[in-house]
Nanobody
């Protein structure tokens, strides 16, 4: 499977960005789709995930500011990021997990930079 992420960039604090990640494959092939992020010297951390059935999970640090959604027909997951803070600056990675698998696939990462 191939993942194509887009939407990163530079934004001022308080601004918004929308990330997208499209996965190749058959419609409805993925159980879980989501986003993680990583900054230099730190471990990759969960931002948000969305199950095929619509269950959403968010990191406490982004609750109320970020919103994840997915289009199962298009195998695409989105991350709407509002009220961005400088501490949201990171490389954001798309993640997908196929049904019946225990290991998922990572996208190439897209850089989000929030200036103060």
């Amino acid at each position: 499977v191939q993942l194509q992420a887009s939407g990163g960039g530079l934004v001022q604090a308080g601004g918004s960005l929308r990330l997208s990640c499209a996965a190749s494959g058959s419609s409805g092939e993925f159980n879980l789709m989501g986003w993680y992020r990583q900054t230099p010297g730190k471990q990759r951390e969960l931002v948000a995930t969305a199950s095929f059935g619509g269950n959403m999970n968010y990191a406490d640090s982004v609750k109320g500011r970020f919103s994840i959604s997915r289009d199962n027909a298009k195998n695409t997951v989105y991350l709407q990021m509002n009220s961005l803070k400088p501490e949201d600056t990171a490389v954001y990675y798309c993640y997908i997990l196929r049904w019946g698998r225990s290991l998922g696939t990572w996208g190439q990462g897209t850089l989000v930079t929030v200036s103060s």
